[in-house]
Every structure is written in C-alpha cells, then in structure tokens.
C-alpha cells in the first residue's frame, strides 16, 4: 500500500517509523518531511498547510491511505478534502477537529456535558477580558480561541502579567484572529498528564499514559514552548485515575462529540491534570502530542497502520492493541533561544553514534549544500531510549543525547524528574 504521512516534526518521523515497520506499506511518503524522514519516507515539498496540492499530489501519484498529523491542515480540512476525493484519510474531519481548534468550543462543550474542568469566561472584547482579569487575579490562565503554534497559552502569576497576555492577543493581534477571542482560566494545580487515545468514532482506545515538559528551562521554569521532551508511561497515572478519566472525561468527550454531529475518528489528546478535586481537562488536541508520539509509539507493538484503518472503519473494538511493558524517554534538544528567535544551519555531529543506543527523531533538521544535517528548527531532534523502567529510558535516552552537539544546543537536564513520583 502506498502511504502519504502528512507534516515534517519528530511526531511525523516517529509515525514514519511505525508506519515502515508495517509489511503492508510498499512505499512511504511523507509532505514535507525533513532529513531524518528522508532516511525512512520519500519526502514531498509540499507545506503541510497546502490541501488542494496535497490532494492533487496524492490523487495524481496513487496514494491509497494518508495520516495527517499536524493540527492545522486536520482544522483546515484536509481530511475532509482527501476523503471526498476518494481517498482514505486518518485523522478527525474539519468538524471534529475544532476541538483543538477552539478553546471556546471545547469549553462550551464540557460545560454542556458536565466533563470536569477548570472553571473560565469567554470574552470577545478587550476591556472586559481585562475587567475579569482584574476581579479574579492571579495566577490566572490565558488562552487565545484558536491555533497558535503552540504559544496561545499564557499561565499568568501576576495580575500585570495577565493584563499584558490579553492586551497581546485582542489588541495587538500577536497571533492574528486566532486571539480575537480568548478563554481566560483559573489556574489548576496538579501533576500533568497526557492520554492520547485512538478513537473511532464511537470507541476510545486510550494509549499508555505520558508527560510533556512544557516549560523551556529546567524546574519547570522560563516560557512555554511545544515541550520539551516526554516519558511514557506517566508515574502519576495510576490505574485508579485511570478509570476515573475513562469514565468522568474520555468517553464523556467521544460522546459529547458524537451526539454534536461531530464524531470524532483520529487520535484524541486529552491534556489532563490531576487536582486534589480528581482529574479535569486543560486542554484537548485533536491529534498525536508532539513529543508525546515519540515516547508513546515507542512502545507499540501493533501494526500502526492496522490500527489507524480500525479507527476510520469503526472497528476499534475488534483489534487488540499490544504495548511493550516498558518504559520510554523522549528528550528535546533544541536551538538555543527557542521557543524565542533562534539561528539555523549549524551542522549536528553524533547521529550516529547516539543511534547506537537510542532512537534519534528528527524534528528541525535539513541537509546543507555539502550534504550535511544541519539545524533547520526550533526542536531540532527528540532522542528517545526505552528502558525496562523509566529511570533506565531516561538514563538511556541522556546517555545517547550526550553523543550529540550543534552550536547553541538546548537539553533541559530534568526530563522525567520533574512532577510528583509515587
Ligand atoms: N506536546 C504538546 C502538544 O503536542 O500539543
């Protein structure tokens, strides 16, 4: 079969690789990729966003089943585009997609739902967005409506620093319509945790728990970014949680969406904390985590695209999904300066030698004029190790993280240690 993985980051590389393993995939490509996915998927210069040419693309060069993972082509479309094209696609339609895609829609519905999370005021005008911010004060959480390449999430610890989030988004339109309306939050407190979950529909197949590291420094300090490196499974879900989530918020959600006209098929991210009032969402994506994926698919034993065919067929109950019983460890290693301005083009050394031990997924990477992989993005790679436990994953993956360097390289030295461990 001949399969088109749609995006170019670590999650995709890490799908690409899943993907490869399956001995029904006669050939891989992937739009528009980066070096490493080069060594995997033939790559295609085709930006993730653009859905007319990824539909021609695919059409005129017979692709029989595309993954689109990233969350701005599954809001603009691009399922629905393939589909209607007669081709088979993974991931949710434009309908179901607007959860990520709007925080006040997703908001709406767990109100309407009853699925527990934080309690929040939708505004639509700067000055009572202000107002509210003033009346509740800090800390205090701040989201823009829409996509905003991660950044559109501000955790306020003063009333000033709120003030500032908002006048950004609504007034000075830092991530254009995307904050003309924001979502402003009280803040939870908790361990954090992702649950990544197949869904097809009318099923919820939940994935071995993980954590993201958000924060770009060490201790859980300095800015947000897309994260900065995983574990799976997270020490925090025990099976207890568990059942609570699978009762009170994931098969709530795929009901909710269900009963709205809007199933969803795809992979369901549920970002969830864990309050001493019990586990509440803080944030839906419609899609793989990115680092989550590389740490979780790290671990699948079952043929990923078997699995991806049941989710858009209906048939989720009918396969049994096999994980290892292990422990996996995705570390970022990321530009200096990121989430902020960065430079690009710096030669990486070490691949080799850390893919020895660990799994080296490419997230920023190109090939230079003499052949070179050079840094190329904000994350860059994602080394990821598993281990009998997660103290052996994460050893593993910083033992082979050190092989690696490029000039201006960023690791945060904490990932798997922050949070509370039983
Ligand atoms: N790791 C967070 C995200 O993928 O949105």
Redesign the pocket.
């Known amino acids: 079969m001949k399969v088109l993985v749609v995006g170019g980051g670590g999650r995709e590389h890490a799908i690409c690789q899943a993907l490869a393993r399956s001995p029904r995939v006669t050939r891989l490509f992937c739009a528009p990729g980066n070096a490493g996915i080069a060594q995997t998927a033939e790559c295609v210069p085709i930006p993730a966003t653009d859905v007319e040419a990824m539909v021609r693309w695919a059409k005129e060069h017979g692709v029989e089943f595309v993954m689109v993972a990233p969350d701005d082509p599954l809001a603009l479309g691009m399922v629905d585009a393939l589909e209607a094209a007669g081709i088979p696609a993974f991931g949710p339609r434009k309908n179901a997609a607007i959860i990520e895609a709007s925080k006040i829609f997703s908001k709406n519905l767990m109100e309407k739902y009853h699925i527990p999370t934080a309690r929040c005021k939708i505004c639509t005008e700067e000055a009572e967005a202000l107002a509210y911010v003033r009346s509740r004060g800090a800390p205090i959480v701040v989201k823009a409506d829409g996509l905003a390449l991660?950044k559109g999430v501000v955790v306020a610890q003063t009333v000033e620093e709120a003030e500032a989030a908002v006048r950004d988004m609504m007034g000075g339109k830092k991530f254009g319509e995307a904050g003309a309306r924001v979502v402003i939050e009280a803040c939870m407190t908790g361990p954090e945790v992702?649950v990544l979950a197949f869904c097809d529909g009318a099923h919820v197949v939940p994935m071995p728990s993980s954590q993201?590291h958000?924060r770009a420094f060490d201790g859980d300090q300095g800015p947000n970014t897309?994260?900065m490196g995983?574990i799976s499974p997270s020490p925090n879900y025990t099976p207890e949680v568990a059942k609570r989530c699978m009762e009170e918020i994931f098969l709530p959600t795929a009901a909710a969406l269900k009963a709205e006209g809007r199933p969803f098929q795809g992979v369901l991210?549920f970002g969830l904390m864990l309050t001493p009032d019990g586990p509440k969402v803080v944030e839906y994506?419609a899609r793989f985590?990115?680092?989550?994926c590389q740490a979780v698919l790290s671990l699948l034993e079952t043929d990923l695209l078997e699995i991806l065919e049941a989710c858009r067929a209906g048939t989720l109950d009918k396969l049994e999904i096999r994980w290892k019983k292990a422990a996996a460890c995705c570390l970022v290693l990321a530009s200096g300066g990121y989430p902020a301005s960065y430079e690009k083009g710096f030669p990486i050394s070490g691949l080799e030698e850390a893919g020895r031990t660990a799994v080296v997924f490419h997230a920023g990477t190109a090939r230079n004029s003499a052949g070179q992989i050079v840094t190329n993005g904000g994350r860059v790679l994602g080394v990821t190790a598993v281990g009998a436990d997660l103290d052996q994953a994460i050893d593993g993956a910083y033992g082979a993280a050190r092989c690696i360097s490029f000039s201006g390289m960023h690791v945060r030295t904490d990932i798997g240690r922050t949070g509370k461990r039983p």
């Open positions: 991660g992702t993201d958000k897309g994260g995983a991210y994506n985590g990115d680092p989550e």
